[in-house]
């Protein structure tokens, strides 16, 4: 059974490039004031594109 994973995201790092919203398959994501945030987390299914394609390793899932 997999572990469940809390999304994380490191606003500091964030540039807004929007490139975690294009490859995120649930809608998870979107950006406000030029940084990312996380819209509906319930409808995260922990898939890592997010973070696979994060550039400035700003979005992660892991952590408490």
């Known amino acids: 059974?997999?572990?469940?994973?809390?999304?994380?995201?490191?606003k500091e790092l964030c540039k807004g490039c929007g490139i975690c919203v294009a490859f995120c398959p649930k809608n998870v994501l979107?950006?406000?004031?030029?940084?990312v945030v996380i819209k509906d987390l319930d409808s995260c299914?922990?898939?890592?594109?997010c973070e696979l394609r994060c550039p400035d390793y700003a979005i992660y899932l892991g952590g408490k």
């Not at 979107?30 to 940084?35: G, T």
């Open 1 to 10: 059974m997999k572990t469940l994973e809390r999304l994380n995201v490191e």
């Open 45 to 49: 299914i922990q898939c890592g594109q």
């Open 30 to 35: 979107e950006i406000k004031d030029d940084k």
